[in-house]
């Protein structure tokens, strides 16, 4: 069993950034593949990014995240971070965190993974 434990988050201006934090407990998920998804209010939940477990330096990026969040692992803390720059307002949602073993293929489907984080709000706002 995984327990993630999400933290950061909060409420920033228009392009600024935020770093959100995703600890595992209880096991290492070294090997797993996280992934990190959003929900905004009346919205379904969406791809964010990913970074394989089965090659470290195999990342994905949704669309609108792409070149502004990167996701980076410290698997010696047994934690996963999503830096996010040049934040939007678009960007405003609750961020979760998750760990499994998707297929390559179904990497940014929420069905792959396994263990999830109780989510983190962020809000960008003027």
């Known amino acids: 069993q995984v327990q993630l434990v999400q933290s950061g988050g909060g409420s920033v201006q228009p392009g600024e950034s935020l770093r959100l934090s995703c600890a595992a407990h209880g096991r290492t998920f070294n090997y797993y593949t996280v992934g990190w998804f959003r929900q905004a209010p009346g919205k379904e939940r969406e791809f964010v990014g990913a970074?394989?477990?089965?090659?470290?330096?195999?990342?994905f990026y949704a669309d609108s995240v792409q070149g502004r969040f990167t996701i980076s692992r410290d698997n010696a803390k047994n934690t996963v971070y999503l830096q996010m720059n040049r934040l939007n307002p678009e960007d405003t949602a609750r961020y979760y965190c998750?760990?499994?073993?998707?297929?390559?293929?179904?990497?940014?489907?929420?069905?792959?993974?396994?263990?999830w984080g109780q989510g983190t709000q962020v809000t960008v706002s003027s």
């Open positions: 970074n394989w477990g089965s090659a470290q330096d195999t990342y």
């Open positions: 998750a760990a499994g073993h998707p297929e390559l293929a179904t990497i940014r489907a929420e069905t792959g993974y396994t263990y």
